[in-house]
């Protein structure tokens, strides 16, 4: 399975050609748990780049620079068919890690874009993101300064993430924007409620982070609480722990019956949904599902060749209105808590 390459599409206009589907490497080292076998996620990378995977996503935010460098042999290894996506702005307070810090002024981003290329030991980042959106700067003075950097040779492409519609409006206005990521799947679609017709609008491409439900889709696990390590970030996304985790398992029926008709997996048929909204939408749309192991990333790359019915797109659509529980336990830092 996973032998054929996946077909590429062009991230936004005039933006970079890539894979239909990307790959996501924060749990790699950072906020999954411990990853039990490096060697493993390494030879992922790999794998991934041979099934045509070409967007491989971090930030400076994944454990502190820690995600950034330890894709960076990787990358180096493989600058010229790589499309490196890092991000800036947001970062953990360290007597609370579940406490955001969030920044998008001039000198915090010269600093991030600086450390950033020093720890991949690149002289250019692809895409560069804005994380999260700080509303003390205006985004047009944010997007300015990432417009510099772009000038200056050490930025390709920007990207936003989690930002509104008129968010994105307002940064376009200043300078072409390759990407807009922010979370989208069978369980997280309030971007369609504004954000997602704006990109199509302007041209700008669709980046959804999270497309399996950090893994709930896939049916990687059932209730935070009671499954995953200690240190795992899931624990704290209130969808997934407690009567909500229970309440939401029960909604995964339609996705496995799919999946049955397809000889497919849940997981597949997830990001199956998820890429088919390029075509329902108008734009294009690139997930970026992560893991650690090959026979997961052969697996979703598969995905990328099914393709769903009217009737199974329909039988899956109320899904999402059905979830209990948020996104995160605090919905500010996205683009739902400001629309």
Same mark, same amino acid.
């Given at each position: 399975?996973?032998?054929?390459?996946?077909?590429?599409?062009?991230?936004?206009?005039?933006?970079?050609?890539?894979?239909?589907?990307?790959?996501?490497?924060?749990?790699?080292?950072?906020?999954?748990?411990?990853?039990?076998?490096?060697?493993?996620a390494r030879a992922t990378l790999e794998r991934a780049l041979e099934l045509g995977v070409t967007l491989y996503d971090t930030a400076d935010a994944y454990g502190d620079g820690a995600n950034e460098e330890f894709i960076a042999p990787f990358v180096r290894a493989h600058r010229d068919e790589v499309v490196l996506a890092t991000k800036f702005a947001l970062s953990f307070d360290p007597a609370d890690p579940q406490r955001r810090i969030i920044h998008n002024d001039a000198p915090y981003i010269r600093r991030a874009v600086e450390g950033s290329l020093r720890r991949l030991g690149v002289d250019v980042i692809d895409l560069y993101y804005m994380h999260r959106r700080?509303?003390?700067?205006?985004? *047009?003075?944010? %997007?300015?300064?990432? $417009?510099?950097?772009?000038?200056? =040779?050490? !930025?390709?492409?920007?990207? +936003?993430?989690?930002?509104?519609?008129?968010?994105?409006?307002?940064?376009?206005?200043?300078?072409?924007?390759?990407?807009?990521?922010?979370?989208?799947?069978?369980?997280?679609?309030?971007? *369609?409620?504004? %954000?997602?017709?704006? $990109?199509?609008?302007?041209?700008? =491409?669709? !980046?959804?982070?999270?497309? +399996?439900g950090r893994g709930f889709l896939a049916g990687s696990f059932v209730s935070a609480d009671k499954e995953l390590d200690s240190g795992d970030f899931r624990?704290?996304?209130?969808?997934?722990?407690?009567?909500n985790a229970a309440a939401n398992a029960a909604l995964l029926e339609p996705v496995r019956a799919v999946a049955a008709a397809h000889g497919a997996s849940a997981g597949q048929i997830a990001l199956a949904w998820v890429q088919q909204q390029a075509a329902v939408h108008g734009l294009a749309v690139v997930p970026?599902?992560?893991?650690?192991?090959?026979?997961?990333?052969?697996?979703?790359?598969?995905?990328?060749?099914?393709?769903?019915?009217?009737?199974?797109?329909a039988r899956l659509a109320p899904i999402a209105g059905k979830v209990a529980g948020a996104r995160y336990a605090d919905m500010s830092f996205t683009s739902a808590g400001r629309e």
């Open positions: 399975m996973g032998n054929e390459k996946i077909e590429t599409v062009e991230l936004g206009t005039g933006g970079p050609r890539v894979g239909v589907q990307g790959l996501g490497c924060m749990g790699m080292s950072f906020a999954y748990g411990p990853t039990d076998d490096p060697d493993e700080d509303v003390r700067v205006p985004i *047009e003075e944010t %997007v300015g300064v990432m $417009a510099e950097l772009v000038a200056e =040779g050490k !930025v390709k492409h920007l990207g +936003l993430s989690e930002v509104t519609a008129g968010e994105l409006r307002a940064a376009q206005a200043v300078h072409p924007i390759a990407a807009l990521q922010s979370e989208w799947s069978l369980f997280s679609r309030d971007v *369609e409620d504004g %954000v997602v017709a704006a $990109a199509a609008e302007l041209g700008v =491409g669709f !980046v959804p982070y999270s497309p +399996l624990r704290q996304q209130p969808r997934f722990t407690g009567d970026i599902p992560g893991t650690r192991k090959r026979t997961r990333v052969e697996e979703n790359a598969a995905a990328t060749r099914i393709r769903l019915t009217d009737e199974e797109l």
